[in-house]
């Protein structure tokens, strides 16, 4: 029964934002369409273990939650205004949905204008990354709309109340309402779906490693990250960056059994025990690197999934082939001016030319950031700058400078196993 129950979940996990989507395409109303869709979920929940799932599990829970939203437009008082004031000149069922298994001539068999697909699911996915939401606010409402998680789900996540995400996800809904319900059309396709991708990137990376708390490893975030991520390549399988960015989170997923030792503390990669590595997973994720160098012109996500394809193909650290790293690190940098991606191409110059070539690159990119925070918060050095030129300075045998470095990434990090494994570093240069 409980393979059973975990079978359903899925199913409905996978329809629920195909649901949403055309119930939004076909009244408008993202809140109360939202709110029909949970309700034919939970009914769901409480009759397909009793009765047996439906031969179109989809087409079932459209049917349910059109009828709930119905009801609901039907009952709603501003809604019965507006028809008594265009009474005279609109016929008075204009404004009734057709019911479930009718409608207008050329209508699907749910009564929407058209068979429900996931086509609706990336339309949502568009409509959640509207470029008028901050980046803070397209993630909750993708999670939230798209990924299906609870709005106590979304605030544990980014470990702010729930009255403060349920705000922020409300404001979100009324900055789309009126937005028209479709793909974007190709003059701002490319944008949005960068727009898209991106906010998939951030849910993943923050569920592979967590900013603040007590946890380093979120995993229903990154799952979820990854399963919104398929579901957009079913969609658009030749679009070289959806491949690229799958086969990066595949192949970083893969290394989650190794990343934690018996107590939670973390394992940096070159000390990870790689037997305990998803070989499966890595073998997917190659493929996936491989076929997306294959559909175009090399973008930041195929070339990140290229690098960590080389990561995991090494059957012990020193394998690791360094200099073709640099060498994709070196295109990666030339095509975005990322931090992050910077500060990795740091660590492969100095695996291959030595650690005080790298702590050159390090001071390089720690004078452009001191430059950048003066004129703002966000340009502001980041931890992760002292934690690699520690790692750097242990390496060239400055243990004193390395220990101060190590102290300063701990005293700057809300992550609780960082934190605490910069702190471990630090005192064992002590001893």
């Known amino acids: 029964m409980g393979r059973a129950t975990d079978d359903i979940e899925d199913l409905l996990r996978r329809h629920a934002p195909q649901v949403l989507g055309a119930l939004v395409r076909r009244y408008g109303h993202f809140d109360p369409a939202e709110d029909s869709v949970q309700e034919a979920l939970i009914a769901a929940a409480e009759q397909w273990p009793r009765d047996g799932i439906p031969d179109n599990p989809r087409g079932w829970l459209i049917r349910v939650a059109s009828r709930r939203l119905t009801d609901r437009l039907r009952s709603d008082e501003a809604r019965r205004r507006r028809e ?7 016929p008075a069922d204009a404004f009734v949905a057709p019911p479930p298994g009718e409608g207008p001539a050329g209508a699907g068999p749910s009564g929407l204008g058209r068979a429900p697909s996931e086509d609706d699911t990336l339309t949502l996915l568009f409509l959640c990354c509207h470029p008028a939401l901050s980046p803070a606010a397209q993630i909750a409402l993708t999670l939230r709309a798209v990924g299906g998680l609870t709005t106590a789900e979304i605030a544990r996540a980014h470990l702010v109340p729930e009255a403060t995400m349920a705000q922020r996800i409300s404001r ?6 009126g937005t028209q319900f479709r793909q974007p059309d190709a003059r701002d396709r490319d944008q949005r779906l960068a727009a898209v991708l991106q906010v998939l990137y951030l849910i993943f990376n923050e569920g592979y490693t967590a900013t603040a708390g007590p946890d380093l490893h979120r995993t229903d975030l990154a799952r979820e990250a990854i399963r919104l991520t ?8 030749h679009e070289g960056r959806v491949t690229g960015l799958l086969a990066l989170m595949v192949l970083t997923e893969a290394r989650t059994p190794a990343r934690t030792g018996p107590d939670g503390e973390l394992i940096p990669l070159d000390e990870q025990d790689r037997a305990l590595w998803d070989r499966t997973a890595v073998a997917e994720g190659t493929a996936l690197a491989e076929e997306a ?6 973008g930041d996500y195929q070339l990140q999934a290229a690098i960590a394809a080389l990561h995991d193909e090494a059957e012990r650290a020193e394998d690791t082939d360094w200099p073709q790293i640099l060498a994709l690190y070196d295109l990666l940098v030339r095509r975005s001016p990322d931090p992050a991606a910077a500060l990795g191409r740091a660590v492969a110059v100095a695996m291959v030319q030595g650690p005080r070539a790298g702590l050159a690159e390090v001071e390089a990119l720690a004078k452009t950031a001191g430059t ?3 004129s703002g918060t966000a340009g502001q050095r980041h931890y992760r700058l002292d934690a690699v030129r520690a790692h750097l300075l242990e390496r060239a045998g400055d243990m004193a400078a390395a220990r101060t470095a190590y102290r300063a990434a701990a005293d700057a990090t809300l992550s609780e196993p960082e934190a605490n494994y910069l702190r471990r570093r630090a005192d064992r240069l002590d001893g």
């Open 84 to 90: 008594e004031t265009a009474a005279a000149l609109t």
């Open 172 to 177: 979100a809904k009324r900055a789309v309402r």
């Open 230 to 237: 398929r579901a957009v390549r079913r969609l658009l399988p």
């Open 293 to 298: 160098l294959a559909q175009g012109p090399a």
């Open 372 to 374: 950048a925070g003066r």
